[in-house]
């Protein structure tokens, strides 16, 4: 019987702990402490969606970044604030500032760069207070918000292009109006495209009759394998009754299906116009085009002035000067300018450290002053392009992959897009932080993943678009290609097909390695019956430094560090020949870069219990497993319940279901495995989570408490408590405390933004995320969330374990790096200590002690939240002066007393000295100093002296107890100190 009670009570015991944890699980307040730090880079920030300025003041400025939020600058962009950090999500389409009331600023979200990588919004948002505040105004399902023109003079009044989804047919798309600030909505429909497929890409107004608006209609679509850019019912559309009716343009421009569409008008003379189209590549000579077109009537006729179709879909911009109309630029990866009026254009001569332009802003008042959007950043010009400032204080990265090394303090690296490898400390040492500086580009191209040998920090993989990798090492900067090559796998034979006749797929940017550090190699390609996608996975063994894989649609395995390598696998994707090579994507121009490679594995990992185990997910939707290190491969994807299922590619007798976005094989369960689906590219936004215990017989759902509209990249789970798991997602980090039965954000100061990695490092126990538009952000210490996953929450009030502090050195360098330039975030000093309290206990304070030897002590008070609590102690203790120390203090003001005849003065000791009574009974170490302060002062009034301040004492390297009291309860554990490891160097 007395066991069958204690067992009861510990049950109990186990369950109020779980209840309590639940209980903290419902309400985010109560993991608020567990801050994010961003440590940047902001060396090659990302790209720029839109610019808006004021048209009397180009220091006034708006920016919109693609998928990283909205900033703002008052004064030119020496400083921004980012104004949206906590509205819908990361990815913007538009930007407007009211130009009569700046204090009003218009966003909408959901880039329309048309991408295989684009993002996607949730709609409109409004700001009536300069950006200190945004409502949602609508088209929560219109996902891509192209442009938004606005009412001179009343700010009622707005007109929304809304292009729609990207990836499919559903939700809004079209021309919006409001006469009434956003509260209601029209939709414009009188001889505009009405068919469900077209939506609206550009709205421009008349600068001087506001009833006349011009606006371009654009159908596109993507699917994972091709791109459709163009259809019938585009076009140019007008407008001269304030969009109750409209006019179709059509003389002098492109017969037939039109494509991405981008207008300008000249302020200075309205009736001039310049656009830029995309028509049919294939047009007979001698038909006007894709290119750029110009009217002098308002848009009713147009002429033809020059052919371009540079990626029209993702570049296709255009501008002309607003006060000087012969100057048009031609906003492109290939950038042109004419000064004459479109009778000639010549390439841009202005160095500005950057490439693939897409927006631009040029100062009505000033031509020479411009801001210029670029996949790099955004740059500033005050002397017409002369000369080029890029803004490199925006940490903007958009990171597709990262990995850390095993270094102490350990840096971080990864692959961006359009902006090569990057890798940068976690911690400077710096006092002024993590600057630009110390962050380092270690390879060129579109970078994706970025992996580091474990026993050596100087042997490091890179792999850029479209499957090419390079090992390379760090210290010295030499490197070895290593991409798999009929040469290189030992077991080649095996695996081509002679009979196979695959043609080869025809770039039009064409990738390889000599991206990398722009240089040719002679190394041969493999032929194209092995496929590479756009971001091709290289991953490490978790137990075998020396063995990596690299995916295709074969598995690559090898066992020296890419010197040689094996197939290991057969093709495990659907293989379907009719899609299977993009050569055509496009439609009217057509665009192949590999963004479009299909039937490709774009996620493997090795189980971290058993190196023969390895998991490997398709882009197509196929799940693989082998227990034998490859012999045989069991595809388990068949069994995940309640997904989407595509059909059936030729000898295949089931489809694959969505794009398999991450495998992560449990360190806990050797038949354990989480897999995340990504649907989105069938305009399926909802997350997908499942996890095995059976090597994928049998799957369960995960998605209890994800958001139902943000797609999942990854998966991870924490290398020591298995209930701990983390997901990102197109807006934020999740966690869970039990393995994935429910799910709450982890986001607090990090801004919205899609999370494409996470890595949990292996040594400190730091969630590490590489957002795809905010760069790399930090969560130091994960013990406090593995304690609560491990036990619950420990009952109303506990002491949380934390890791190991370090006293790091600070190491100043001088000034090298202006304010102008971002700063990332260093952990914080000094040693953390973290504590529980009980989600409906609220106010009071934490008392805090940390004890030394016998005379070392430091005691402080906290305000206490619900929840997780996170202190810092600062590593030092309080200098405690022996009683006699204050019995001399107490012996010197009766001495001035004696030798004093002022009054006040007398007065002014007196206080003084019933002071130091209280504190020789009581002892404060603030109010000590304090006192010992103003005595030194009264003393050397007289021409003597106290000898030197008493001084706080750094702790040495141990283990220090630390008691943490509460509403009467005290709970107690302690920490652990090191001095900084370069001490030992």
């Given at each position: 019987?007395k066991?069958?009670?204690?067992?009861?009570?510990l049950?109990?015991?186990?369950?109020?702990?779980?209840?309590?944890?639940?209980?903290?699980?419902?309400?985010?307040?109560?993991?608020?402490?567990?801050?994010?730090?961003?440590?940047?880079p902001?060396?090659?920030?990302?790209?720029?969606?839109?610019?808006?300025?004021?048209?009397?003041?180009?220091?006034?400025?708006?920016?919109?970044?693609?998928?990283?939020?909205?900033f703002?600058?008052?004064?030119?962009?020496?400083?921004?604030?980012?104004?949206?950090?906590?509205?819908?999500?990361?990815?913007?389409?538009?930007?407007?500032?009211?130009?009569?009331?700046?204090?009003?600023?218009?966003?909408?979200?959901?880039?329309?760069?048309?991408?295989?990588?684009?993002?996607?919004?949730?709609?409109?948002?409004?700001?009536?207070?300069?950006?200190q505040?945004?409502?949602?105004?609508?088209?929560?399902?219109?996902?891509?918000?192209?442009?938004i023109?606005?009412?001179?003079?009343?700010?009622?009044?707005?007109?929304?292009?809304?292009?729609?989804?990207?990836?499919?047919?559903?939700?809004?798309r079209?021309?919006y109006?409001?006469?009434?600030?956003?509260?209601?909505?029209?939709?414009?429909?009188?001889k505009?495209?009405?068919?469900?497929?077209?939506?609206?890409?550009?709205?421009?107004?008349?600068?001087?009759?506001?009833?006349t608006?011009?606006?371009?209609?654009?159908?596109?679509?993507?699917?994972?394998?091709?791109?459709?850019?163009?259809?019938?019912?585009?076009?140019?559309?007008k407008?001269?009754d304030?969009?109750?009716?409209?006019?179709?343009?059509?003389?002098?421009?492109?017969?037939?299906?039109?494509?991405?569409?981008?207008?300008?008008?000249c302020?200075?003379?309205p009736?001039?116009?310049?656009?830029?189209?995309?028509?049919d590549?294939?047009?007979?000579?001698?038909v006007?085009?894709?290119?750029?077109?110009?009217?002098?009537?308002?848009?009713?006729?147009?002429?033809?002035?020059?052919?371009?179709?540079?990626?029209?879909?993702?570049?296709?911009?255009?501008?002309?000067?607003?006060?000087?109309?012969?100057?048009?630029?031609?906003?492109?990866?290939?950038?042109?300018i004419?000064?004459?009026?479109?009778?000639?254009?010549k390439?841009?001569?202005?160095?500005?450290?950057?490439g693939?332009d897409?927006?631009?802003?040029?100062?009505?008042?000033d031509?020479?002053?411009?801001?210029?959007?670029?996949?790099?950043?955004l740059?500033?010009?005050?002397?017409?392009g002369?000369?080029?400032?890029?803004y490199?204080?925006?940490?903007?990265?958009?990171?597709y992959?990262?990995?850390?090394?095993?270094?102490?303090?350990?840096?971080?690296?990864g692959?961006?897009?359009?902006?090569?490898?990057?890798?940068?400390?976690?911690?400077?040492?710096?006092?002024?932080?993590?600057?630009?500086?110390?962050?380092?580009?270690?390879?060129?191209?579109?970078?994706?993943?970025?992996?580091?040998?474990?026993?050596?920090?100087?042997?490091?993989?890179?792999?850029?678009?479209?499957?090419?990798a390079?090992?390379?090492?760090?210290?010295?900067?030499?490197?070895?290609?290593?991409t798999?090559?009929?040469?290189?796998?030992?077991?080649?034979?095996?695996?081509?097909?002679?009979?196979?006749?695959?043609?080869l797929?025809?770039?039009?940017?064409?990738?390889?390695?000599?991206?990398?550090?722009?240089?040719e190699?002679?190394?041969?390609k493999?032929?194209?019956?092995?496929?590479?996608?756009?971001?091709?996975?290289?991953?490490?063994?978790?137990t075998?430094?020396?063995?990596?894989?690299?995916?295709?649609?074969?598995?690559?395995?090898?066992?020296?560090?890419?010197?040689?390598?094996?197939?290991?696998?057969?093709?495990?994707?659907?293989?379907?020949?009719?899609?299977?090579?993009?050569?055509?994507?496009?439609?009217?121009?057509?665009?192949?870069?590999?963004?479009?490679?299909?039937?490709?594995?774009?996620?493997?990992?090795?189980?971290?219990?058993n190196?023969?185990?390895?998991w490997?997910?398709?882009?197509?939707?196929?799940?693989h497993?082998?227990?034998?290190?490859?012999?045989q491969?069991?595809?388990?994807?068949?069994?995940?319940?309640?997904?989407?299922?595509?059909?059936?590619?030729?000898?295949?007798?089931?489809?694959g279901?969505?794009?398999?976005s991450?495998?992560?094989?449990?360190?806990?369960?050797?038949?354990?495995?989480?897999?995340?689906?990504?649907?989105?590219?069938?305009?399926?936004?909802?997350?997908?989570?499942?996890?095995?215990e059976?090597?994928?017989?049998?799957?369960?759902?995960?998605?209890?408490?994800?958001?139902?509209e943000?797609?999942?990249?990854?998966?991870?789970?924490?290398?020591?408590?298995?209930?701990?798991?983390?997901?990102?997602?197109?807006?934020?980090?999740?966690?869970?405390?039990?393995?994935?039965?429910?799910?709450?954000?982890?986001?607090?100061?990090?801004?919205?933004?899609?999370?494409?990695?996470?890595?949990?490092?292996?040594?400190?126990?730091?969630?590490?995320a590489?957002?795809?538009g905010?760069?790399?952000?930090?969560?130091?210490?994960?013990?406090?969330l593995?304690?609560?996953?491990?036990?619950?929450?420990?009952?109303?009030?506990?002491?949380?374990?934390?890791?190991?502090?370090?006293?790091?050195?600070?190491?100043?360098?001088?000034?090298k790096?202006?304010?102008?330039?971002?700063r990332?975030?260093?952990?914080?000093?000094?040693?953390?200590?973290?504590c529980?309290?009980?989600?409906?206990?609220e106010?009071?304070?934490?008392?805090?002690?940390?004890?030394?030897?016998?005379?070392?002590?430091?005691?402080?008070?906290?305000?206490?939240?619900?929840?997780?609590?996170?202190?810092?102690?600062?590593?030092d203790?309080?200098?405690?002066?022996?009683?006699?120390?204050?019995?001399?203090?107490?012996?010197?003001?009766?001495?001035?007393?004696?030798?004093?005849?002022?009054?006040?003065?007398?007065?002014?000791?007196?206080?003084l000295?019933?002071?130091?009574?209280?504190?020789?009974?009581?002892?404060d170490?603030h109010r000590?100093?304090?006192?010992?302060?103003?005595?030194?002062?009264?003393?050397?009034?007289?021409?003597?002296?106290?000898?030197?301040?008493?001084?706080?004492?750094s702790?040495?390297?141990g283990?220090?107890?630390?008691?943490?009291?509460?509403q009467?309860?005290?709970?107690?554990?302690?920490?652990?100190?090191?001095?900084?490891?370069?001490?030992?160097?």
């Amino acid at each position: 019987m007395k066991m069958l009670a204690r067992s009861r009570l510990l049950l109990f015991s186990f369950l109020l702990g779980i209840s309590y944890l639940l209980s903290a699980q419902s309400d985010p307040a109560h993991f608020q402490s567990l801050e994010w730090r961003n440590i940047g880079p902001a060396n090659m920030m990302g790209r720029i969606a839109d610019i808006d300025a004021l048209n009397t003041d180009y220091r006034h400025v708006i920016c919109a970044s693609a998928s990283g939020g909205v900033f703002q600058s008052k004064n030119g962009g020496i400083t921004w604030d980012a104004i949206f950090d906590d509205y819908g999500a990361g990815s913007i389409g538009s930007v407007a500032l009211h130009q009569a009331q700046p204090e009003i600023i218009w966003v909408g979200t959901g880039e329309s760069a048309n991408r295989n990588s684009s993002g996607w919004g949730d709609g409109l948002y409004k700001s009536t207070d300069g950006g200190q505040s945004f409502v949602h105004i609508g088209f929560e399902d219109s996902h891509h918000i192209a442009d938004i023109a606005l009412h001179p003079t009343d700010p009622n009044i707005a007109y929304v292009a809304v292009v729609g989804h990207l990836w499919g047919y559903s939700g809004k798309r079209g021309l919006y109006k409001t006469i009434d600030g956003g509260e209601n909505w029209e939709k414009l429909t009188n001889k505009l495209p009405q068919d469900g497929k077209t939506g609206c890409t550009e709205i421009v107004m008349h600068p001087e009759d506001p009833s006349t608006l011009i606006a371009g209609f654009y159908h596109r679509l993507r699917q994972p394998f091709y791109y459709t850019s163009g259809g019938e019912q585009g076009g140019l559309f007008k407008s001269t009754d304030s969009g109750k009716t409209w006019k179709k343009l059509t003389e002098g421009l492109p017969t037939g299906a039109m494509g991405m569409i981008d207008i300008s008008i000249c302020r200075k003379y309205p009736n001039i116009l310049v656009a830029a189209i995309e028509a049919d590549e294939n047009l007979p000579k001698g038909v006007p085009g894709s290119g750029v077109y110009r009217s002098d009537d308002g848009g009713n006729h147009w002429r033809f002035l020059y052919k371009h179709a540079v990626r029209p879909f993702y570049h296709g911009q255009i501008e002309i000067d607003p006060s000087r109309p012969d100057t048009i630029y031609v906003v492109s990866r290939d950038f042109q300018i004419s000064y004459d009026g479109g009778e000639t254009f010549k390439p841009r001569r202005w160095r500005t450290d950057g490439g693939d332009d897409h927006a631009m802003w040029i100062a009505p008042y000033d031509s020479d002053i411009m801001y210029l959007g670029t996949d790099q950043g955004l740059r500033i010009s005050i002397d017409g392009g002369a000369t080029i400032l890029s803004y490199n204080n925006m940490a903007i990265g958009q990171y597709y992959a990262i990995g850390a090394d095993m270094q102490d303090p350990y840096w971080v690296g990864g692959g961006l897009q359009d902006n090569g490898l990057w890798v940068g400390p976690s911690n400077s040492r710096e006092p002024r932080g993590i600057l630009n500086e110390h962050n380092t580009w270690v390879g060129e191209g579109d970078g994706f993943h970025f992996q580091v040998d474990p026993t050596d920090w100087r042997t490091t993989y890179l792999v850029n678009h479209v499957g090419f990798a390079v090992r390379i090492n760090r210290e010295t900067r030499a490197y070895e290609y290593i991409t798999p090559s009929p040469q290189t796998i030992s077991n080649y034979r095996d695996h081509f097909d002679p009979k196979r006749t695959d043609p080869l797929i025809e770039y039009t940017i064409d990738p390889g390695e000599h991206w990398f550090f722009y240089e040719e190699t002679d190394r041969q390609k493999l032929p194209p019956q092995f496929r590479f996608n756009w971001s091709s996975p290289l991953v490490l063994s978790p137990t075998l430094p020396q063995r990596i894989y690299f995916a295709g649609n074969h598995l690559f395995r090898s066992d020296d560090r890419g010197k040689s390598w094996r197939i290991i696998s057969p093709d495990l994707t659907g293989n379907d020949p009719a899609w299977r090579n993009p050569s055509a994507s496009g439609y009217l121009t057509r665009s192949v870069t590999g963004g479009e490679n299909h039937f490709t594995i774009v996620t493997t990992a090795e189980s971290p219990m058993n190196t023969d185990v390895v998991w490997a997910g398709t882009d197509d939707g196929y799940l693989h497993v082998t227990r034998d290190g490859g012999h045989q491969w069991e595809e388990v994807g068949i069994n995940l319940p309640e997904v989407p299922r595509r059909e059936a590619a030729p000898g295949k007798s089931y489809g694959g279901s969505a794009w398999v976005s991450r495998v992560e094989p449990s360190r806990h369960q050797p038949g354990r495995c989480y897999v995340t689906l990504d649907n989105h590219r069938y305009d399926d936004m909802q997350p997908y989570v499942f996890v095995t215990e059976d090597y994928g017989k049998t799957w369960k759902a995960l998605q209890e408490g994800l958001p139902k509209e943000w797609s999942c990249y990854v998966v991870r789970e924490d290398p020591q408590v298995e209930n701990l798991l983390f997901v990102g997602t197109e807006t934020a980090v999740h966690f869970s405390l039990d393995r994935g039965e429910h799910w709450q954000t982890l986001r607090n100061n990090m801004p919205w933004v899609a999370i494409h990695d996470l890595i949990i490092h292996p040594r400190e126990g730091d969630l590490i995320a590489g957002t795809h538009g905010r760069s790399i952000w930090i969560l130091d210490d994960l013990s406090a969330l593995r304690a609560l996953a491990q036990t619950g929450s420990k009952g109303e009030f506990s002491f949380l374990p934390s890791r190991r502090a370090t006293r790091w050195q600070s190491i100043n360098t001088g000034r090298k790096q202006p304010y102008f330039e971002f700063r990332g975030e260093n952990p914080a000093p000094g040693g953390l200590i973290q504590c529980w309290v009980a989600p409906e206990k609220e106010g009071d304070s934490l008392t805090i002690t940390v004890k030394g030897n016998l005379t070392e002590s430091q005691r402080w008070k906290v305000a206490a939240r619900p929840g997780l609590n996170r202190i810092y102690w600062d590593l030092d203790f309080p200098p405690v002066p022996a009683m006699k120390d204050i019995s001399v203090m107490l012996e010197t003001i009766d001495q001035l007393r004696g030798t004093i005849e002022d009054k006040t003065k007398q007065s002014e000791l007196a206080e003084l000295y019933n002071e130091f009574v209280k504190v020789r009974q009581n002892y404060d170490e603030h109010r000590y100093l304090e006192l010992w302060d103003i005595m030194s002062a009264t003393y050397g009034r007289y021409g003597y002296s106290l000898g030197k301040r008493p001084r706080r004492t750094s702790a040495e390297a141990g283990h220090y107890a630390v008691e943490i009291e509460y509403q009467g309860q005290v709970v107690s554990g302690q920490i652990e100190l090191r001095d900084d490891p370069i001490l030992d160097k």
